[in-house]
């Protein structure tokens, strides 16, 4: 069995050496970009690649996430609970991180309704939304934190939506699609802007249930 890994690294070497790889026509750079914001229908071609040419990476992208946020639950399973918890104290503190909060959670809020329309998208909604909940953590008791995520259901609505993102992302590589409406307006683009919600939906409410692991099991986010 090395022989055949042996071989097969000689061969991706010489394979490397002697054939070219395909080199981009970067005066048709343009026209592609319009290709794909025609094809989806929204004015962010990034959005436009993410959530519909590379629709398979991204759903695997997501189911990572999920991956790594069972693992880390169930790595600190087994720990004991921390005796101290580090958080702010003063009060000076106190408010410029909730001001933070409020600040991070409006802007996850606007980039997850309009990123197919401007830079944004689901991915950086959810970040931005999961700093706004690490910035109230930080300054809240993890009692209080811990109803407020069980009060929401965060944990079944977190499944919910990869489960609701992956069956729409499903139809949609099945080649069904809603109608583009009108490029540049807030509906538009079919399905890419429900993708986007679900996506910021995840990676916030993923991000929490990480936050509350490690306040519990560490004492510091």
Request: overall charge neutral.
């Given at each position: 069995?090395?022989?055949?890994?042996?071989?097969?690294?000689?061969?991706?070497?010489?394979?490397?050496?002697?054939?070219?790889?395909?080199?981009?026509?970067?005066?048709?750079?343009?026209?592609?970009?319009?290709?794909?914001?025609?094809?989806?229908?929204?004015?962010?071609?990034?959005?436009?690649?993410?959530?519909?040419?590379?629709?398979?990476?991204?759903?695997?992208?997501?189911?990572?996430?999920?991956?790594?946020?069972?693992?880390?639950?169930?790595?600190?399973?087994?720990?004991?609970p921390s005796c101290a918890i580090y958080q702010f104290t003063d009060q000076p503190?106190?408010?410029?991180?909730?001001?933070?909060?409020?600040?991070?959670?409006?802007?996850?809020?606007?980039?997850?309704?309009?990123?197919?329309?401007?830079?944004?998208?689901?991915?950086?909604?959810?970040?931005?939304?999961?700093t706004a909940i690490g910035l109230v953590a930080i300054t809240s008791s993890p009692q209080w934190m811990q109803e407020i995520y069980k009060?929401?259901?965060?944990?079944?609505?977190?499944?919910?939506?990869?489960?609701?993102?992956?069956?729409?992302?499903?139809?949609?590589?099945?080649?069904?699609?809603?109608?583009?409406?009108?490029?540049?307006?807030?509906?538009?683009?079919?399905?890419?802007?429900?993708?986007?919600?679900?996506?910021?939906?995840?990676?916030?409410?993923?991000?929490?249930?990480?936050?509350?692991?490690?306040?519990?099991?560490?004492?510091?986010?």
């Amino acid at each position: 069995m090395k022989w055949v890994y042996f071989l097969s690294g000689i061969a991706l070497f010489v394979k490397m050496l002697l054939i070219a790889n395909p080199t981009m026509d970067l005066s048709q750079q343009s026209s592609i970009v319009e290709l794909v914001v025609q094809d989806s229908g929204v004015p962010n071609a990034v959005s436009g690649i993410i959530l519909r040419n590379r629709l398979y990476d991204t759903i695997f992208e997501v189911v990572v996430f999920t991956i790594a946020i069972l693992g880390a639950s169930f790595m600190l399973a087994n720990e004991q609970p921390s005796c101290a918890i580090y958080q702010f104290t003063d009060q000076p503190s106190i408010i410029l991180a909730r001001l933070g909060a409020t600040i991070a959670a409006l802007v996850g809020i606007e980039l997850a309704i309009r990123g197919h329309l401007s830079p944004g998208g689901g991915f950086a909604a959810g970040v931005a939304g999961g700093t706004a909940i690490g910035l109230v953590a930080i300054t809240s008791s993890p009692q209080w934190m811990q109803e407020i995520y069980k009060r929401w259901h965060a944990a079944t609505l977190e499944k919910v939506s990869v489960l609701v993102f992956i069956v729409l992302s499903v139809i949609t590589l099945s080649g069904y699609e809603l109608p583009h409406g009108e490029l540049g307006t807030l509906f538009s683009g079919g399905i890419l802007p429900l993708l986007n919600i679900l996506v910021a939906v995840k990676v916030a409410l993923g991000s929490w249930a990480v936050m509350l692991v490690f306040i519990r099991y560490r004492g510091l986010l």
